[in-house]
């Protein structure tokens, strides 16, 4: 049973260049593996993120939802940001 998969993309030609650089300069032996690396560290973040949500925000919201004491209006917010940093005017 085959385990790859021939694909035929585009892509832009900035991408195409610094593909080929890559391949030049000897850090891969080859434009898949160049594409196989960045579709690998794809992965890798969607699995960082899809992780940092479930176990982070998820969590978060639910003791939110249940202690609303420890959540801020959207006023609330903005005001402790102006403290933070005084909003600079615009001359006219």
Do not use: F
């Not at 585009?10 to 196989?36: F, H, N, Q």
């Not at 690998?40 to 699995?47: S, V």
């Not at 993120?49 to 801020?72: G, I, M, N, P």
């Amino acid at each position: 049973m085959r385990t790859t998969k021939q694909l035929s993309i585009t892509i832009p030609l900035d991408m195409a260049e610094a593909i080929s650089a890559k391949v030049s300069s000897g850090e891969y032996a080859s434009e898949s593996e160049v594409i196989r690396d960045g579709v690998r560290t794809l992965l890798a973040r969607d699995e960082v993120v899809e992780r940092w949500l479930r176990d982070e925000v998820v969590r978060t919201y639910d003791l939110l939802q249940k202690d609303r004491s420890r959540t801020l209006t959207v006023a609330e917010v903005r005001a402790a940001l102006r403290q933070q940093r005084p909003v600079k005017r615009r001359k006219s």
